[in-house]
Every structure is written in structure tokens, then in C-alpha cells.
């Protein structure tokens, strides 16, 4: 992929703020998944409609029963789903600000040991030997 970004060694690198944006789209169609699923509960219901004593009528009642169940089944499942990249994409995040905080911290402990030795040798010491 020629628009990867690419660090320094070679590996690609992670926009975070583009998976805080990805985090937020997702927020937002667990939302709807759940509004979705109250709706079918509380408006639809799974109660099968009233339409008399035909065969017709019958086949309908099952249909819309079976047709209720995947619904609500698939909108789980879509919840289930979502919520299941959402604890990813978290995880995603943490671990790379943890990595980045890391490696800043090592660069700041690896400079501070260097700061710490002058490399110019001591020029008061005198040889016993």
C-alpha cells in the first residue's frame, strides 16, 4: 500500500487520531444498534398480527415471527460485534500510547545516563604505575 505511513524503521505507523475517529463511528453505531433493538422490542414487538383463521393468515403469523426473531438475533449479534471491536480498538490505542510513553522515556533515560558521562577523561588522575 503505497499511503501507508512508514516510520523510521520501516514498520508502519498508527495514526491514533484516526482510531479515535474509528472509535467514535463506532460509538455511534453501537448507538443505533441499541436504539434499533429497543425499537423492535418496545414498537414491534413479537407479537404476531391478528389476521383470522386462513391459512394464509397463519403462514404470515409464523413468518413475521421467524422474520422478528433473525431480526432481533442479527441486531445482537451486530451489538455483540461492534462492542467486541470497540474493546479492540481501546486495547489498539493504550498499548501504543504505552509504547510511544515508553520509548520517549527510555530516549530520556538513555540521554540523561549520557549527560551523566562527559567521556573526557579525568586530566588530575595520575598513574601509580
Known amino acids: 500500500m503505497a499511503n501507508e505511513p512508514v516510520?523510521?524503521?520501516?514498520r508502519t505507523a498508527v495514526d491514533v487520531l484516526s482510531l479515535e475517529?474509528?472509535?467514535?463511528?463506532?460509538d455511534a453505531r453501537l448507538s443505533?444498534?441499541?436504539a434499533?433493538?429497543?425499537s423492535l422490542a418496545e414498537q414491534m414487538r413479537r407479537e404476531a398480527p391478528d389476521l383470522g383463521k386462513l391459512p394464509d393468515a397463519d403462514y404470515v403469523r409464523g413468518r413475521y415471527l421467524d422474520l422478528y426473531d433473525?431480526?432481533?438475533?442479527?441486531?445482537?449479534?451486530?451489538i455483540g460485534a461492534i462492542e467486541?471491536?470497540?474493546?479492540?480498538i481501546t486495547t489498539i490505542i493504550d498499548n501504543y500510547e504505552t509504547t510511544e510513553a515508553r520509548r520517549v522515556a527510555d530516549?530520556?533515560?538513555?540521554?540523561?545516563a549520557l549527560g551523566a558521562v562527559s567521556g573526557v577523561p579525568d586530566?588530575?588522575?595520575?598513574?601509580?604505575?
Do not use: C, W, Y
Not at 84 to 88: I, L, P
Not at 123 to 129: H, L, P, S
Open 123 to 129: 586530566g588530575d588522575r595520575t598513574d601509580a604505575g
Open 21 to 26: 475517529g474509528f472509535k467514535a463511528t463506532l
Open 32 to 34: 443505533e444498534a441499541h
Open 7 to 10: 516510520g523510521p524503521d520501516g
Open 84 to 88: 467486541a471491536t470497540q474493546v479492540a
Open 70 to 78: 433473525q431480526h432481533v438475533d442479527r441486531v445482537s449479534k451486530l
Open 36 to 38: 434499533l433493538r429497543t
Open 107 to 112: 530516549a530520556n533515560k538513555i540521554a540523561d
